[in-house]
Antibody, heavy 122, light 113 residues
Framework: QVQLQQSGPGLVKPSQTLSLTCAIS??????????WNWIRQSPSRGLEWLGR?????????DYAVSVRSRITFNPDTSKNQFSLQLNSVTLEDTAVYYC????????????WGQGTLVTVSS | DIVMTQSPDSLAVSLGERATINCKSS????????????LAWYQQKPGQPPKLLIY???TRESGVPDRFSGSGSGTDFTLTISSLQAEDVTVYYC?????????FGQGTKLEIK
């Protein structure tokens, strides 16, 4: 059974960097049959897919246009986890952030991490 | 981007009655080569991540009660709860996975009448 465990701070100051990590158990971040995704949820934006990282002989990252200039995903094979960094945050980046998996040949998200409420505030 | 629009935004149904939630995509999510609709439904309870209910528009996830069913094709889809139970009162989302960026509907809040 695949499980995702998120960690990271719940409070970030404006203009600083939001960093979250998602630890994977029961699967591998370098699996050739999965992609590892970040989604956020806020009252104003609803559920918003931020992008994915995945390994197919080499590492690929796909980012949503809305955050492409500010976001980075980093897989860590030694710890079997992947991380999200979002730079230059504003109040609009306040949201619950989720990590989740998509299996090859599918497209739905399952399982999900527990979610992390990140508040951007000074 | 494919825009997903759910209706209604909220719905009040009596316990034991049928609940129907609609989801419309701005373009077809039916993949012609395999005749599959790239559409999923989720249930989200407060403080929890979304839970997968239905994929391929009509395939129930393992462990999901059979009172939940999905239907539709192309651009118009429906999630039906045949007999509403108290534990079903929460928010439901559709999601397309036909193309990235993956997108979700705005959600439908189900309430007891």
């Amino acid at each position: 059974q695949v499980q995702l465990q998120q960690s990271g701070p719940g409070l970030v100051k404006p203009s600083q960097t939001l960093s979250l990590t998602c630890a994977i158990s029961g699967d591998s971040v370098s699996s050739n049959s999965a992609t590892w995704n970040w989604i956020r949820q806020s009252p104003s934006r609803g559920l918003e897919w931020l992008g994915r990282t995945y390994y197919r002989s080499k590492w690929y990252n796909d980012y949503a246009v809305s955050v492409r200039s500010r976001i980075t995903f980093n897989p860590d094979t030694s710890k079997n986890q992947f991380s999200l960094q979002l730079n230059s945050v504003t109040l609009e980046d306040t949201a619950v952030y989720y990590c989740t998996r998509v299996s090859e040949g599918r497209g739905w998200f399952d399982p999900w991490g527990q979610g992390t409420l990140v508040t951007v505030s000074s | 981007d494919i825009v997903m629009t759910q209706s209604p935004d909220s719905l009040a149904v009596s316990l034991g009655e049928r609940a129907t939630i609609n989801c419309k995509s701005s373009q077809s999510v039916l993949y012609s080569s395999n005749h599959k609709n790239y559409l999923a439904w989720y249930q989200q309870k407060p403080g929890q991540p979304p839970k997968l209910l239905i994929y391929w528009a009509s395939t129930r996830e393992s462990g999901v009660p059979d009172r939940f069913s999905g239907s539709g094709s192309g651009t118009d889809f429906t999630l039906t709860i045949s007999s509403l139970q108290a534990e079903d009162v929460t928010v439901y989302y559709c999601q397309q996975y036909y193309s990235t960026p993956y997108t979700f509907g705005q959600g439908t809040k189900l309430e007891i009448k």
